[in-house]
Nanobody, 117 residues
Framework: QVQLVESGGGLVQAGGSLRLSCAAS????????MGWYRQAPGKQREAVAT???????YYRDSVKGRFTASRDNAKNTVYLRINSLKPEDTAVYYC???????????WGQGTQVTVSS
């Protein structure tokens, strides 16, 4: 079973930038969709950005223009570049992958992003 491990979170001042990485223990070639969700304290987990195997992306409205998802199949890694961070971006960010062939979903353990005002 493939494991996803996030890294790159931390404490950042508002306006700053981060790059989150999600490294898979195996090939991500078969993952039709990969992406990032986040969960703030007391709130439901929400989709932030996804990228398909063909490179199509989705971003929730609140992050459009600031977040960029990318994937490197050769490195089995998905990235989330976050610019112009806002305090409301504070959350645990989870990496996600879906394999349509087996209808399997995979989640990472999460990485904390905290934005100070």
């Amino acid at each position: 079973q493939v494991q996803l491990v996030e890294s790159g979170g931390g404490l950042v001042q508002a306006g700053g930038s981060l790059r989150l990485s999600c490294a898979a223990s195996g090939s991500i070639f078969g993952f039709n969709v990969m992406g990032w969700y986040r969960q703030a304290p007391g709130k439901q987990r929400e989709a932030v950005a996804t990228i398909t195997s063909l490179g199509s992306t989705y971003y929730r409205d609140s992050v459009k223009g600031r977040f960029t998802a990318s994937r490197d199949n050769a490195k089995n890694t998905v990235y989330l570049r976050i610019n112009s961070l806002k305090p409301e971006d504070t959350a645990v960010y989870y990496c996600y992958a879906r394999e349509l062939a087996t209808m399997s979903d995979y989640w990472g353990q999460g990485t904390q992003v905290t934005v100070s005002s």
